[in-house]
């Protein structure tokens, strides 16, 4: 059974959303709290869980490199069942970077349950670092059966602004830039935005996408 981590809001929840890591951190990383708080005073209920090569470095394990995405879609897969055991209302799916790669991919993989709504991608890496020619990561979107809202900082190097400008995406995705933010968000010292200011501006509009796609009882 996967370990589920709660942040909750103080009232009735939009919708509950599971929430993945990203490559390289776990679910409990200061990005991923501070997310999670903002998302919860949002009125957006958080669960995190752990894919198993995060987990077994948690207790001590080998820190070699996660396996391909599509090699965790399988344990994206139980963990949302698990979810839908034991809540009731809507549930949107998501991650960081990698996480929200393979939630993507989960919403396309096959016909997904009803009571999940959309998808949630913090930081969505459209391609490896300094690789663009060929390396486009765009399948997952283009085959989800639901929308997809992506948080993407200006400066990503996984996929900024200028290269995205350029690019033609899924009429399913839904793309808002976050100021001056590199891949967690965060922008320079120099611009009026703030690494607060930011992973604030991802809450609202993660919780203006819940309003959209959940549909009233």
């Known amino acids: 059974m996967t370990d589920l981590h709660w942040t909750k809001p103080d009232s009735k929840p939009t919708a509950t959303l599971l929430l ?24 957006i209920a958080v669960v995190r869980f752990e894919f198993t090569y995060m987990a077994q470095r948690r207790e ?49 993989n096959q016909t997904p349950p009803g009571r999940l709504k959309g998808v ?28 997809i809202l992506i948080l993407q900082g200006e400066r990503d190097p996984f996929g900024s602004q200028v290269e995205l400008d350029a690019l033609s995406l899924p009429t399913a995705v839904e793309l808002h830039y976050l100021e001056d933010g590199n891949h967690d968000f965060a922008p320079r010292g120099r611009s009026p935005a703030t690494m607060d200011s930011n992973l604030g501006a991802a809450a609202k509009h993660i919780a203006a996408f819940a309003k959209t796609v959940v549909k009233p009882a």
């Open 20 to 43: 993945a890591h990203g490559a390289g951190a776990a679910m409990d990383s200061p990005f991923m709290n501070k997310i999670a708080d903002k998302l919860a005073a949002e009125g």
């Open 120 to 147: 949630v991608c913090l930081g969505y890496p459209f391609h490896a670092t300094g690789k663009t020619e060929g390396d486009w990561r765009l399948g997952p979107l283009e085959a989800s059966n639901r929308r």
């Open 60 to 108: 001590g394990g080998s820190k070699r490199p996660p396996p391909k995405a599509d090699k965790l879609v399988g344990e994206y897969q139980t963990a949302l069942k698990q979810l839908m055991g034991i809540t009731e209302g809507p549930l949107l799916i998501g991650g960081k970077s990698m996480g929200g790669r393979v939630a993507a991919m989960v919403a396309g």
